[in-house]
């Protein structure tokens, strides 16, 4: 079986687990565990249906809807005709509300599979359940490590977190792919992060990208063959003050 023919079998897969011991899959697993990019494509496939299955089960039908049809119809007297009208309608309605809610899901935009690693690496830094690879409160030293030992890093620093203290750096393999990260001091106290690695063809230039994910608000963007991403925990207004 090669990614193709998996990719045909596990897009019926569904997100709660049920299909797990369903031999009809089995093969199909099996090359996705093998395959890290299939994996991944699997993994992110499984969030993103689970994502619009909770989307959808969480729209209630009013439940009066069938009486007020009906009330309608006996107050007008309409012909069969006009009621299977407004039947019609209040169905497009319903449909209009479900799908602008899962439009909303599909278009919002979320963090790669390098940003997801990159934000498990930061906690697991600030937590000290893994080390540095190197320390220093000047974030320029640390540029100068990671080119040293060919980690990916920025040309120049955002002007703001030029100002601020750095504590250190760390490198990491995603599929295969080089990432660092920079762990800065804010001038609240908290942290900011510096993530880095090698852009994928997709991602252009241009403004940075925003993302919430739970506690984290994070900021990417690409310039020339690399691509950022900023990260802390707080608000948006507290993220966009470093990138100016």
């Not at 930061?122 to 000047?138: M, N, Y």
């Not at 640390?142 to 250190?168: H, Q, Y």
């Amino acid at each position: 079986m090669d990614n193709r023919e998996a990719k045909f079998l596990l897009s019926a897969y569904r997100p709660n687990g049920q299909d797990v011991n369903d031999p009809r899959f089995a093969e199909a697993l099996a090359q996705a565990r093998r395959d890290p990019i299939l994996e991944r494509w699997f993994r992110e496939s499984i969030e993103f249906d689970a994502a619009i299955t909770k989307k959808l089960s969480s729209v209630p039908v009013p439940s009066d809807l069938p009486e007020n049809i009906l009330a309608g119809a006996k107050i007008s007297r309409p012909s069969q005709a006009v009621l299977l009208k407004w039947a019609i309608a209040a169905g497009f309605i319903l449909i209009a509300l479900v799908g602008s809610i899962v439009l909303r899901q599909v278009t919002k935009p979320r963090l790669a599979g390098w940003q997801e690693e990159g934000l498990r690496t930061i906690s697991s830094l600030v937590a000290g359940q893994t080390k540095f690879d190197a320390e220093s409160d000047r974030g320029t030293d640390l540029i100068e490590w990671l080119k040293t030992n060919r980690g990916p890093t920025a040309e120049r620093l955002p002007k703001n977190l030029e100002k601020v203290a750095s504590i250190g750096c760390k490198t990491f393999s995603w599929n295969g792919t080089p990432v660092s990260v920079i762990c800065f001091v804010r001038r609240d106290s908290g942290l900011v992060h510096l993530v880095a690695t090698r852009a994928p063809l997709t991602q252009r230039e241009g403004e940075p990208q925003f993302v919430q994910r739970g506690k984290w608000v994070t900021a990417t963007w690409r310039e020339g063959d690399t691509i950022y991403m900023l990260a802390l925990e707080g608000s948006l207004d507290q993220l966009r003050n470093y990138l100016l």
